[in-house]
C-alpha cells in the first residue's frame, strides 16, 4: 500500500484543491470550472490531480470533448512528477463520461450518486485518504439539462460526511448565460479560466436578505444542533437557502415549486426550533 504525503492541510481538515485561486478547501467541497481552451482544461487538472495523487486520493476523471482518454492520459503524464506509477498502482481512473453519466443513454441522478459513493466507499476500504473526482459536462441544451441541474444541486447534501471533493466543468463556449446561473447556483464555488486567466462567478445573492454567499461544505459537515434530524431533502434545501438562495431560486433549480420548498423550510426550522431562518443561521454557522 502507497504512503500518502502528510500536510498541515491534512491535519486540519483540508484537501490541497492544487488549483490556484481555491487554495485548501474542505472535504466535501462542490466547485465548477468554466474553461476555454482544451489546454485549459488540461493545466487545471494537472494540478486538481497531481494534488490528489500526491496526497493519497483516488481520483476519477468522468471524460468528454474536447478531450479525448489519449490526450487527457499524455497531457497529465507530460504534468504530474510519477504519473505511469500511479496509473499502474490504479489511483487515478479515467472513464469515458458518456458511459458515466448516460449508459444507453439513459439519465438516471440517483444511479450515478450511487456509483459516486461506491467509489468512495471502495476507496476509503483500499487505504486511500479520500476521493477526487471531475467530470466534464456535454448536456448543455439538451433536453436532460433541468434534470441534470437538480442532481448536481443534489450532490451538495449527498456530499456532506463524506472525503470526496468534486470538479464539475462546462465549456463558456457552450454555455449562455442563463446555464451559468444555474450552474452557480448548484455548487459551493464557480471560477472560470480563459487563456491561463482566473475568475470567479458569484451566484446571485438573496434579493430579500442579501445574505453573502457560502460554503456550505464548510458547516454542514458540522454537528449544529438538530443536524441529525433533517432528511437528506432538507439538507439540500438549507444547502441552498444557506447559499444566499431564495424559495423561487431553490425551486428553480430542484424543480419542485416554491410552496414545497416554504413547506421544507418550515420544518427546517421546526425540527431545529428556530423561530425564524435568521435563528437557523446563527445555529448553521455556530453564531448561537
Not at 492520459?73 to 504534468?79: F, T
Not at 450518486?113 to 473526482?133: I, S
Not at 423550510?265 to 448561537?288: C, D, H, P, Y
Request: charged share 25%; with cysteine; hydrophobic share 40%.
Amino acid at each position: 500500500m502507497f504512503e500518502p504525503k502528510t500536510s498541515a492541510t491534512k491535519s486540519q481538515g483540508l484537501c490541497r484543491t492544487g488549483i490556484r485561486p481555491l487554495g485548501d478547501k474542505p472535504w466535501g467541497t462542490h466547485a465548477c470550472l468554466f474553461y476555454e481552451t482544451a489546454q485549459d482544461l488540461l493545466d487545471v487538472h494537472a494540478g486538481y490531480f497531481g494534488a490528489g495523487l500526491a496526497d493519497g486520493e483516488f481520483c476519477i476523471w468522468a471524460l468528454s470533448g474536447p478531450l479525448s482518454q489519449e490526450m487527457a492520459i499524455k497531457g497529465l503524464r507530460e504534468s504530474i512528477p510519477d504519473f505511469e506509477h500511479y496509473l499502474r498502482q490504479n489511483r487515478i481512473e479515467i472513464v469515458p463520461g458518456y458511459e458515466w453519466y448516460l449508459p444507453g443513454g439513459d439519465f438516471d441522478p440517483q444511479r450515478i450518486t450511487d456509483a459516486w459513493n461506491a467509489k468512495h466507499d471502495e476507496a476509503l476500504a483500499r487505504g486511500f485518504a479520500g476521493v477526487r473526482v471531475s467530470g466534464n459536462a456535454f448536456w448543455c441544451h439538451t433536453p436532460i439539462w433541468q434534470s441534470f441541474c437538480e442532481y448536481e444541486a443534489a450532490l451538495n447534501g449527498a456530499l456532506v460526511g463524506r472525503r470526496m471533493i468534486i470538479l464539475c466543468t462546462y465549456s463558456l463556449g457552450e454555455s449562455r448565460a442563463a446555464d451559468m446561473l444555474d450552474v452557480a447556483r448548484t455548487h459551493d464555488i464557480s471560477i472560470s479560466i480563459r487563456n491561463g486567466k482566473w475568475e470567479f462567478l458569484e451566484s446571485p445573492k438573496d434579493d430579500e436578505t442579501n445574505t453573502p454567499r457560502l460554503n456550505p461544505a464548510d458547516f454542514l459537515s458540522n454537528q449544529f444542533p438538530g443536524n441529525g434530524s433533517l432528511s437528506d431533502r432538507e439538507k439540500i434545501i438549507l444547502t441552498q437557502l444557506v447559499k444566499g438562495a431564495s424559495n423561487k431560486q431553490v425551486a428553480r433549480v430542484l424543480l419542485i415549486s416554491p410552496r414545497t420548498v416554504e413547506f421544507h423550510r418550515a420544518n427546517i426550522m421546526r425540527k431545529l426550533g428556530a423561530r425564524n431562518f435568521t435563528e437557523v443561521m446563527g445555529m448553521v454557522l455556530g453564531m448561537r
